[in-house]
Structures are given as C-alpha cells and as structure tokens.
C-alpha cells in the first residue's frame, strides 16, 4: 500500500482520519507541526492546534495505532508566510483568515513538499472535503456535512496536488465521527478540537496586536458624515462588527468601511453592509467553468448566485442580489453547484458604493 504521511493535530477529526486510513491498510505516519515561534510557543492555549498539549495527544492516538509518529519544525514557514502576513495585513487595515493563510502555505505548500521529498506517496488530513476524480481529472468538493464542511477553506490548493491529497472524513457527519470514536474507546471529551488563532496567547486579540502595530485612537463617523466618537485603533476592528464600538444611536451600528490612511471608521445600519460586487487578487482556480457559479465571502454565508470574470489576474465577482459584510483580507470562494471553482483574496468592496444601498433602496 501507499505511504501516507498524514497531519496528526491532537484533534478528534485527525485523529479518526488516521484510524481510517489505518484500517485500510496503508502505511501510514504521523505528522504534527512544530509552529510556534520561541517567542510564543508556551501559549496557554490547550485547544489550539499546535500547543504542547496538541503534540502530546498526537503522539498518544499515534501510539494506539501503532502508527510512527513525528514533529516536523515549519516554524520558520509558519512565522514568515503566516504570522507576518496576517500582522501586515491588519497593518493595512484588512483583516485575514489565518485559517486560509496556513492552509496555503503550511499545511498545502511546506508540509506536502517535505512528506513528497521523504518518501510519502500522498498527504492526508482531517478536513471536512471530498477530492473526486473523474477520468484522471481531480476536482474539491464539498463536504457530506454541510453544516461542517471546509471546502472554503481549501480553495487556494494547487490543483497540481489534489491527485496526492486524502481527505478521509470528506463522506462522514460530524456526528458520526464522534459516535464512531466513542465506539472505539477514545475519550472524545479529552480529544479537543483544534480551533482558535493558535498564535494568539490566552486569546489576547489586543495585546498580540499591540505588540506589532501601533494602536491609535482615531475618529468613527456615521456614514451621513456625523462625528460619533473615537475608536481604539482600526486594527481591532472588522468591517460587518457590531460588538466593541460603545457608540450609543437609536438603532445598532455596524463597521461599514475601515480607511486607515486616515485612521477613521465608517459606522452605519446594517443595510449599509450590501454589496454586489467584489473584487480580488491572488487568485487560485481549481475548475474554471463559468455557468451556474454561486459564492460566498465568509464561511458561513450562504452561497448567492453570482458572474464572475478575470482580467490580469484580478477577479471580479458580481452578485445577483447584495451580499452583506464583504472584507478586504478575507476570501471570495466560487462553486458550481457541490464543486469548488477557486477563489481569491479580497482587495476591494467598491469602496463607498454602500452610499447607494439605503433603507429607501432595498
């Protein structure tokens, strides 16, 4: 059988991956990363994904497999393609998803590489996903679980690479795969979920920032041009945020616009936040059909019928009907139907166009 170098985070979902791929017969091995740099690597963090907690519990379903298992330093990678950009992008008052940032760059690009060039055969890991091959052509597609499904996250793969990729859990529910672990004995209560900016020590959002990029106050305008008060600095804010602006107004406010050239916010109703068309850079197309194509700006939209095209490597992608809360930093990801078409990061959301979406107009 195939040697199947799989990403082992501690998790419940990459732990049963490994024990399915192990019941198939291949050899396997275990693979966790060593990500952190010395800086910050003894976060108080136990759930995310590449603390010292996570390492243990790897080695642990490793061990109950019988699986060799070992931690790869990417530390380097992860600082330089992960860390770094996320810090510049809120530097330029865009707001990243680390989530696609390590996918990209770690877990898709460095680690498959160096499992490549060592002996393994192909990658796996434990994404909700389904790779589907259809007369020696690969395609991503979503996940049997709707509601966990994680194809949005995988968008930016190489389609070079889908033929070595195992997605094990891509036809099971969440549900399952914790009924099916518990049958197996595992304590699913002590097998955490990986999840939270593992970078981010105790979660101190702020405090990470402030480290980096200078923190200051600035004014909030209502989008009539009204002065309403003074942020705490735009990197701690997100276009589509309600929470942590304390402006009090006859009705609930919302980020509409971050300009931080002039350190300013834009607040205004939540109509305000729609928008038609997007714009983005850094495009990666898995399956570049053009009819029936929907789309979403945030994993949990719900996808909207939408047209897209590109013009010297810069997507355009316009709805049919306004889209809410569409920020530069995150991804717009297009599907046909169940299959992934590919996507791009967010450069523009028509700047000042929210002035034409009113009450009066919608």
Not at 16 to 33: D, E, H, M, P
Not at 48 to 75: G, M, Q, T
Not at 78 to 102: A, D, S
Not at 177 to 183: F, L
Request: net charge positive; hydrophobic share 35%; aromatic share 12%.
């Amino acid at each position: 059988m195939e040697t199947v170098f799989i990403a082992m985070s501690g998790g419940i979902d990459s732990s049963f991956s490994a024990y399915l791929l192990r019941q198939k017969g291949y050899n396997l091995v275990g693979i966790t990363f060593q990500l952190l740099p010395e800086t910050i690597k003894n976060i108080k963090n136990p759930k995310a994904c590449c603390s010292i907690e996570a390492v243990h519990r790897a080695k642990k379903i490793a061990d109950d497999l019988s699986i060799p298992h070992y931690v790869i330093n990417l530390r380097e990678e992860f600082e330089r393609y992960v860390i770094e950009k996320f810090i510049q992008e809120y530097k330029e008052g865009r707001t990243p998803n680390p989530c696609i940032l390590c996918n990209r760059y770690i877990k898709f690009f460095s680690f498959i590489n160096k499992a490549l060039s060592i002996g393994g055969e192909k990658i796996a890991t434990g994404h909700y996903a389904i790779i589907k091959e259809i007369s020696g052509n690969y395609f991503l597609k979503k996940g049997k679980d709707k509601i966990k499904d994680q194809s949005y996250f995988l968008y930016p793969i190489n389609k070079d690479l889908l033929n070595v990729i195992l997605f094990p859990l891509g036809e099971y529910t969440k549900a399952k795969v914790k009924e099916k672990a518990d049958k197996i004995g595992w304590d699913i209560n002590k097998t955490k979920e990986s999840q939270d900016i593992c970078f981010i020590p105790e979660k101190d959002f702020r405090n990470f920032l402030s480290k980096f990029l200078q923190l200051k106050k600035g004014p909030v305008y209502l989008i009539d041009g009204k002065f309403m008060g003074y942020h705490n600095g735009i990197h701690l804010y997100t276009i589509g945020q309600r929470r942590g602006l304390n402006i009090p107004y006859r009705e609930p406010l919302y980020i509409i616009e971050i300009q931080p050239d002039e350190n300013t916010i834009i607040v205004g109703p939540k109509e305000y936040l729609k928008r038609k068309r997007v714009i983005a850079n850094e495009l990666n197309l898995l399956n570049p059909v053009s009819m029936n194509i929907s789309g979403k700006v945030r994993y949990r939209q719900k996808e909207e019928p939408c047209k897209y095209t590109i013009s010297h490597n810069t997507l355009e992608v316009d709805f049919d009907n306004p889209v809410y809360s569409i920020t530069p930093g995150q991804s717009v990801v297009l599907y046909n139907e169940d299959t992934v078409v590919g996507g791009g990061v967010i450069t523009n959301s028509n700047g000042k166009e929210y002035r034409e979406f009113t009450d009066k107009t919608n």
